[in-house]
């Protein structure tokens, strides 16, 4: 079963610009979160959906959005760059939302604002 | 709120021995989940170990395991005979069972270097 892919895997843009990251899950998987890792700030959850819902969000300001697909595809949108969104951005999908099961990260996109 | 804090920003152990890993959490749930994750330089995160919280037995995975002291709020990850493969950043990592938000909330990490 293939993991969890996201692309594109590096980015670079400039501030003021908008950006939109990709995210597929594992097949079966109707689960996926967002998480922001940066050096200062670690890892910092954003939101999750769950059947095309935003279930739970994070503390970030509202240029991050996201949104999932009809087939749990999601996709994130950052708009209005800051040089502080420079990070790498991990999707995480697992089968359901709620009690516990096991999340699977995908390897990142990498987001340069310069 | 929950924290995770992880007090070890680096550490190193020569191949073959054991290292331990400190992480310290707090909250007020009594239903949560505690983890071990690893990420190496390729930056794939990977589920190293968990810990049901209402579980007093220590989580064991191979060379992995834990100590896990509820009342202290510790989680430490223990790893023997490392292997240079075990070189990675590894985060300690929370979760909250039930209804409402469960996201999990991670410490700063340790990066581990095992050393030939």
């Known amino acids: 079963k293939a993991g969890v892919t996201q692309t594109p895997r590096y980015l670079i843009k400039t501030r003021g610009q908008q950006v939109t990251l990709s995210c597929s899950p594992i097949?079966?998987?109707?689960?996926v979160s967002w998480y922001q890792q940066t050096p200062g700030q670690g890892l910092q959850f954003l939101f999750e959906?769950?059947?095309?819902?935003?279930?739970n969000k994070g503390n970030f300001p509202g240029r991050f959005s996201g949104r999932q697909f009809s087939n749990s595809r999601s996709e994130m949108n950052v708009s209005t760059l800051e040089l502080g969104d420079s990070a790498l951005y991990l999707c995480a999908s697992r089968m359901t939302s709620g009690d516990y099961n096991e999340q699977f990260f995908g390897p990142g996109t990498r987001l340069t604002v310069l | 709120a929950q924290t995770v804090t992880q007090s070890q920003p680096e550490m190193s152990v020569q191949e073959a021995e054991t290292v331990t890993l400190s992480c310290t959490y707090d909250t007020s749930e009594n239903n949560y989940y505690l983890f071990w994750y690893k990420q190496p330089p390729s930056r794939q995160m990977i589920l190293v170990i968990r810990?049901?919280?209402?579980?007093?037995q220590n989580a064991t995975e191979n060379r992995f395991s834990v100590n896990f002291q509820k009342a202290a709020k510790s989680f430490s990850l223990k790893i023997s005979d490392s292997q240079l493969g075990d070189t990675a950043m590894y985060f300690c990592a929370f979760m909250k069972l039930g209804t409402g938000a469960n996201n999990l909330f991670f410490g700063t990490g340790t990066r581990l270097t095992v050393i030939p």
């Open positions: 959906y769950f059947s095309e819902t935003q279930r």
């Open positions: 810990q049901e919280a209402y579980k007093q």
């Open positions: 097949s079966g998987h109707r689960s």
